[in-house]
């Protein structure tokens, strides 16, 4: 009668645990969902100089002057998005300008720097300067030339924006 009784309990308390993942797992979501929505309606406009502000509860590391730099042009772009698509709508800003200094901006981690970096940079700041002049007809596929390049390096260094990067990316539309 103690064996049926000891394996009744134990079934229910694996029942119950996996109830408890369970229900765990879907607060996470919704909760992880909820943070996503937030910070997708309250991308800021961008800015002719690098803003030095940073919301701590979204970029809880230490900033960086290349981590600001990073947070900058994430939310250029991210505010640009839109216009890309459109035609005659364009950028307001001068990114060459402003994103001029990158291969001299201190990183967090020193580590994170070096001729590996700067061939990243040298790249991406050609990018940057073939998108900001590109016509109607090749936008699209320079905007996502430099989503590309932000993706390399970041594939060597700190690949932790990466999935945020990725959904910056447009698909082509035809003309």
Avoid at 32 to 38: F, I, L
Avoid at 136 to 160: K, P, Q, V
């Amino acid at each position: 009668m103690a064996v049926i009784y000891f394996r009744c309990m134990k079934n229910i308390v694996i029942k119950s645990t996996i109830l408890a993942l369970i229900i765990a797992l879907i607060a996470l979501s919704h909760a992880c969902s909820d943070t996503e929505k937030k910070s997708e309606n309250t991308t800021p406009n961008p800015t002719p100089e690098i803003d030095n502000t940073a919301d701590e509860s979204r970029f809880p590391n230490e900033r960086s002057e290349l981590a600001i730099y990073m947070r900058n042009f994430y939310n250029d772009l991210k505010a640009n998005k839109a216009n890309v698509t459109e035609k005659g709508a364009f950028l307001d800003v001068d990114w060459s300008n402003k994103y001029a200094n990158l291969k001299s901006a201190k990183p967090t981690d020193p580590k994170d720097s070096g001729p590996l970096f700067n061939s990243f940079a040298d790249q991406f700041l050609i990018d940057l300067q073939n998108f900001q002049h590109a016509d109607d007809s090749n936008r699209i596929t320079l905007y996502n030339g430099l989503i590309e390049s932000c993706l390399a390096c970041h594939s060597e260094h700190c690949g932790g924006p990466m999935p945020a990067i990725r959904k910056l990316k447009l698909k082509s539309i035809a003309n």
